[in-house]
């Protein structure tokens, strides 16, 4: 299993009417933690992608618990429980600075080769990199 | 059971570098969807919570099966399918031109007092409006 | 001069904790504006990149006089007051329902070439069909 | 004069479909260079407004030079140029890692009195903690 932590600071843009950062907006903090993720292992979500892969999001879940708020700290918890293979698998948790779990999910990607547009399996170099975090 | 379907016009603002639309900005688009849905059932969104009640969505699911692209007329269907009570559950398809189905997901919202801050029923006047849909 | 009107509600998303369309948002409502602008005028944006040409906003203005909430049906007027040929002008305007201008502004925008990288010339077939509007 | 330097990772959600952050995100950039600009001066943006202020922009000027790209580190500098008063300009300008500048802009944002709803001048304890800087 493999753990990353970030942080991402809540921005007024982010922020609704209710005063909470709007429901949609986790997406995005989420797609942050999962690409800091990789950026520890040693991968560069950006330089997948120029490589010739794209790993669009297929399912995404979340639970709400309780709001995130204007200018909070918020803690994303990013995990990858699964070793990858034609997919991987990210779960989130995200706390405020009080330590409360605000929210959690999950999303599924799949590596889509570029030239075919198909679905494949991720590439050598990437699951190389995981693989140490699994044994 | 109800079912309102409305149309978003895919913007610039909303695709990534994928030429995708945003997976995180589904949401907005179901949001659109079951505010029309809401007015089209007689329902102001934006009155039920200036007469003190809070709807905040406390669980989101989207499976995503076909992209959506810049500038693409979709159409967004939106059901409720179980009489609301102290929760709201509403059901989502998204399709484009083509009359393909893109992705589909379910969110769930509660009735909040504004004034406790704490769960509630549904408004009875809301209710009214709503069954006569479910008999 | 040309003179395109379109209207947008005010999406959930798009509002901030003070109860406003956020700041940053009316460029995402200027966009619509502009490329329905484009259509009443036989173009879609979307076949001009997609036949070789981006069109980049080189400069941005905006003045904000009064807000926009929540769930209003805002009026955008898009003007085009000088014949494009290496860049086009936009000027836009945006009214609520009790047609109070909400704010004005401009943004430039330059054609280049996607080839090349490149700024070029208006392609003939878009002059031609803007050039009817200014004789 | 004060300035503060601070920096921002594009995200993915921020990017467009030419492959750019979309030119109305670097809204929410610059508002985070204001935000950290304040907190450098020992403000907390949300405590003012929680002590009664709102900071509504009512001008927001950008020229855009080159593009940001996604997974940029980008520098947002923020300066403040004029004492503020009853109103706060605020100019910008950001770099990405090749010490580019990308774009630059200016916004002025007046105070509100919350329960008034009328423009005030700018709270004394601001006005100390900022005047130091202008000696």
Redesign the interface.
């Known amino acids: 299993m493999f753990i990353n932590t970030t942080t991402v600071?809540v921005?007024?843009?982010e922020?609704?009417?209710?005063?909470?950062v709007?429901?949609?907006?986790?997406?995005?903090y989420y797609?942050?933690g999962r690409?800091e993720a990789l950026r520890e292992l040693g991968v560069?979500?950006?330089s997948m992608?120029d490589s010739g892969f794209?790993l669009?999001?297929?399912?995404?879940?979340?639970?709400?618990f309780k709001?995130a708020f204007?200018?909070e700290l918020l803690t994303v918890k990013t995990l990858i429980k699964i070793l990858p293979s034609a997919r991987i698998h990210f779960y989130y948790e995200i706390y405020n600075e009080k330590e409360e779990k605000l929210n959690q999910g999950e999303t599924t990607l799949v590596f889509i080769n570029k030239s075919t547009n198909k679905p494949c399996a991720a590439p050598d170099w990437f699951l190389e990199k995981i693989k140490k975090h699994f044994q």
Request: no cysteine; proline share 5%; aromatic share 24%.
């Open positions: 600071r921005r007024y843009a922020t609704d009417r209710m005063g909470y709007y429901y949609g907006n986790y997406a995005t797609e942050v690409v560069s979500y950006k992608e794209l669009p999001v297929i399912d995404y879940t979340i639970k709400y709001p204007y200018d």
